[in-house]
């Protein structure tokens, strides 16, 4: 089975503290994705990455960044965390192409104070 | 830009009922459609999906037809059980895509 791991369930940070969200997955997919999901609004895309080192923005990528170091891996960073980015924020990886699937980790709740 | 559109929820039924999801799209060309489910304190799960007009996604007793005329993807289950209480999520990719275009959700209560 696809397994996608988020570092934490719930989170509690500081307003303008630098935060770390990890995403780990064990399929060697090339596609990894963060989103972001608010009531009324679905899931919003903030950035993705399609192998190791690149990365593309998503359709809210304001105050947010990336990184992915391995292929593995995919880190969402809020470098000075603000209250409306408190959220929930699922990550998902794919293969890729024409008929790839989605998959998504339980997702970080995190909650800017 | 490239759009969908989901009825608004909650939705409210009793078990063994029978259970229509509305979904729309605004796309241009040939989009794969998807049905993603989310069960309380999880991920989503894709629950169906289908890449050209008049395809037919079928899953757990869910399905969704693709009909390019009307560009709509409705979800539908003939009788449904409490285990189905969840968040129903319609999605759209472009062709040769890899992002995904959600629509909002749509909670689905079901009653014993």
């Known amino acids: 089975d696809v397994k996608v791991t988020q570092s934490s369930r719930y989170l509690v940070k500081r307003t303008g503290e630098k935060v770390f969200l990890e995403c780990v997955q064990d399929?060697?997919?090339?596609?990894m994705f963060w989103y972001r999901q608010d009531p009324g609004l679905g899931l919003r895309l903030i950035y993705f990455?399609?192998?190791?080192?690149?990365?593309e923005k998503g359709d809210i990528p304001e105050g947010y960044s990336v990184s992915r170091e391995k292929k593995e891996r995919f880190s969402l960073i809020l470098e000075s965390a603000s209250t409306n980015q408190t959220s929930m924020y699922l990550c998902?990886?794919?293969?890729?192409?024409?008929?790839?699937?989605?998959?998504f980790g339980p997702g970080t709740r995190l909650t800017v104070t | 830009g490239d759009s969908v559109t989901q009825m608004e929820g909650p939705v409210t039924l009793s078990e063994e009922a029978f259970l229509t999801i509305n979904c729309t799209y605004t796309?241009?060309?040939?989009?794969?459609l998807f049905w993603y489910v989310q069960y309380p304190g999880e991920g989503l799960q894709l629950l169906l999906k289908a890449t050209k007009a008049d395809d037919k996604g079928s899953n757990k007793g869910f399905e969704a037809t693709y009909r390019k005329e009307t560009t709509s993807f409705h979800l539908e289950k003939g009788s449904v059980q409490v285990s189905d209480s969840a968040v129903y999520f319609c999605?759209?990719?472009?062709?040769?895509?890899?992002?995904?275009?959600f629509g909002a959700g749509t909670i689905l209560r079901v009653k014993s």
């Open positions: 399929m060697d997919h090339e596609n």
């Open positions: 999605a759209l990719r472009k062709l040769g895509g890899n992002k995904l275009v």
């Open positions: 990455s399609y192998d190791v080192k690149m990365k």
């Open positions: 796309a241009t060309g040939y989009p794969s």
């Open positions: 998902a990886s794919s293969f890729g192409g024409p008929r790839d699937e989605q998959y």
